[in-house]
């Protein structure tokens, strides 16, 4: 692995040479999310699969395979999180997820308060006084993107894409307290432990109504090709 210092200066060259993309990308998911937790019209959720399509996109063209190949495993990560990317574009058509607000009242506040912590990634690297390259945000770089697409599919349960939702939590789970907390000081990182292990804890508790919803979504587009035959 890199030493600290070589790691912390590919990602300042990164988020150096894609600042202006940086401040585009995280305004565009704040005013979606905004729009997406407000209303429950359709086009919203397929908005913000579109978002993180493109952004996780851009994670893997960009920052794994571009600007940041000399990461360690840089270009499996980038294989990654491009499967990553595809399945979220694929569903856009597919429209068996739907990303809205919890109705029950615990999850509702879960759901806006982990968010919102997502949201602040930025703010804790300047409270850590990292530069402003080195600040981590949402939908350039792919561990608060993570956090996001977690908290925003765990809404969804149980109607999600089991797939996804197991290489997401592979990536925010094992990396954050093993590799990017006591390796580099990645402390922001804790938000997206945290995200992944109350993602893992909700798909749990759903799977076997994601596996029902799986089956039903496949009786219900087996029974429409039928009626338009």
């Known amino acids: 692995m890199l030493p600290a210092n070589e790691w912390w200066g590919i990602l300042g060259a990164y ?55 000399g990461l360690a495993g840089s270009t499996f990560f980038a294989a990654l999180f491009i499967v990553i990317a595809i399945l979220f574009a694929v569903d856009i058509f597919r429209q068996r997820m739907d990303f809205r607000l919890p109705e029950m009242a615990w999850q509702k506040r879960l759901t806006l308060g982990l968010t919102l912590i997502v949201l602040c990634y930025p703010l804790l690297s300047i409270a850590m006084e990292r530069p402003l390259e080195e600040m981590l945000v949402p939908g350039t770089f792919p561990c608060p993107t993570t956090a996001l697409a977690l908290v925003l599919l765990a809404t969804s349960l149980p109607r999600v894409d089991k797939i996804l939702y197991i290489l997401l939590l592979f990536w925010a789970i094992p990396f954050a307290p093993f590799i990017q907390i006591p390796r580099y000081g990645v402390y922001e990182d804790a ?39």
């Open 15 to 69: 988020g150096a040479a894609v600042w202006p993309a940086q401040a585009g990308f995280f305004l565009t998911g704040l005013v979606i999310t905004v729009f997406l937790f407000r209303s429950r019209k359709p086009i919203f959720s397929s908005l913000m699969k579109l978002y993180l399509a493109v952004s996780f996109g851009w994670i893997s063209l960009v920052f794994f395979l571009t600007i940041g190949k």
């Open 191 to 229: 938000i997206m432990f945290t995200v992944g292990i109350y993602g893992l804890v909700m798909l749990v508790k759903n799977w076997k109504g994601t596996s029902i919803a799986a089956k039903s979504g496949s009786g219900t587009a087996a029974r429409e090709a039928e009626s338009s035959g």
